[in-house]
Nanobody, 126 residues
Framework: QVQLGESGGGLVQAGGSLRLSCAASGQSYNTNIMAWFRQAPGKEREFLARISPGGTMTYYADSVKGRSTISRDNVKNTMALQMYSLKPEDTAVYYC???????????????????WGQGTQVTVSS
């Protein structure tokens, strides 16, 4: 079992940056793939990025590739998403998620992830 909690959301101007954090608890955290998703009003939850259990492999969606960095600290049981050059269309609730699947098995689908946080709101003003 893994419990997740996001923080770091807020209001930021377009072009600005933001660092989201995810605190995790549970015995299996260090063996889970961790990921970030977001959901804008009226839209489906969208995959953003994932990181392997050891932090050596990452994968980004095209929507955030080149302007975001995912990282994790397995000593502190935390994960982060640093986002740059934010746009109004980045406005959404951001969620961290954990998957017990292997790197070869997991993909971008919501159903591939077993544990979810409550989400943190990010609003980007133009």
């Amino acid at each position: 079992q893994v419990q997740l909690g996001e923080s770091g959301g807020g209001l930021v101007q377009a072009g600005g940056s933001l660092r989201l954090s995810c605190a995790a608890s549970g015995q299996s955290y260090n063996t889970n793939i961790m990921a970030w998703f977001r959901q804008a009003p009226g839209k489906e939850r969208e995959f953003l990025a994932r990181i392997s259990p050891g932090g050596t492999m990452t994968y980004y969606a095209d929507s955030v590739k080149g302007r975001s960095t995912i990282s994790r600290d397995n000593v502190k049981n935390t994960m982060a998403l640093q986002m740059y050059s934010l746009k109004p269309e980045d406005t959404a609730v951001y969620y961290c998620a954990a998957s017990s699947r292997s790197w070869a098995e997991v993909d971008t689908r919501v159903g591939q992830y077993d544990y979810w946080g409550q989400g943190t709101q990010v609003t980007v003003s133009s």
